[in-house]
T-cell receptor, first 115, second 111 residues
Framework: NAGVTQTPKFQVLKTGQSMTLQCAQD?????MYWYRQDPGMGLRLIYY???????DKGEVPNGYNVSRLNKREFSLRLESAAPSQTSVYFC??????????????FGPGTRLLVL | AQSVAQPEDQVNVAEGNPLTVKCTYS??????LFWYVQYPNRGLQFLLK??????LVKGSYGFEAEFNKSQTSFHLKKPSALVSDSALYFC?????????FGAGTTVTVRA
């Protein structure tokens, strides 16, 4: 039981390049999330998927797209990377979004540097 | 919108001393509060969550948190800190479908 896994662990991009961050969970969770972590700002939600087949914007969706490929996998795509997207990206999952007491479980993160 | 604030960027304590990490919240309705810990180069790990009615919540690794409605606080505590408790701690509140996080508090426990 690996929990939440993310690939790659680290990536360097040039401005304008595109890439996809992959996330998978093996806990049979319905809901998945993408956050970014920047120093002094905590984590901010980019997009989430409450259930397979649905996706919704979070606080900071501009410059990103997502795909809920199936129940296990939720990918984040940067179509044209910008230096402002340099950050650490975390994927998370939970049993069911909206339940007030439900716990989110996080992956190890992807460090992205955009030059 | 719901929000939390962590007033201290850093907390330094000696091993064996009590550890407190502060968090205050601002919510409309019932607060659903969480604490997470992040060790260097790792993802966030769940520590504990507030369940309505239990003002003292016990969690993982000997941590507990005290919910205080009158002070709108949810401080994380450990009676005797360990060097291995050195990490970044986040308070969070459920806000619709997401968690809203505080900025984080770096805890350093010196031997």
């Amino acid at each position: 039981n690996a929990g939440v896994t993310q690939t790659p662990k680290f990536q360097v991009l040039k401005t304008g390049q595109s890439m996809t961050l992959q996330c998978a969970q093996d806990m049979n969770h319905n809901s998945m999330y993408w956050y970014r972590q920047d120093p002094g700002m905590g984590l901010r939600l980019i997009y989430y998927s409450a259930s397979e087949g649905t996706t919704d914007k979070g606080e900071v969706p501009n410059g990103y797209n997502v795909s809920r490929l199936n129940k296990r996998e939720f990918s984040l795509r940067l179509e044209s990377a910008a230096p402002s997207q340099t950050s650490v990206y975390f994927c998370a999952s939970s049993e069911l979004a909206g339940g007030p007491l439900e716990t989110q479980y996080f992956g190890p993160g992807t460090r992205l540097l955009v030059l | 919108a719901q929000s939390v604030a962590q007033p201290e960027d850093q907390v330094n304590v000696a091993e064996g001393n009590p550890l407190t990490v502060k968090c205050t919240y601002s919510v409309s309705g019932n607060p659903y509060l969480f604490w997470y810990v992040q060790y260097p180069n790792r993802g966030l790990q769940f520590l504990l969550k507030y369940i309505t009615g239990d003002n003292l919540v016990k969690g993982s690794y000997g941590f507990e948190a005290e919910f205080n409605k009158s002070q709108t606080s949810f401080h994380l505590k450990k009676p005797s800190a360990l060097v291995s408790d050195s990490a970044l701690y986040f308070c969070a509140v459920r806000d619709d479908y997401k968690l809203s996080f505080g900025a984080g508090t770096t805890v350093t426990v010196r031997a």
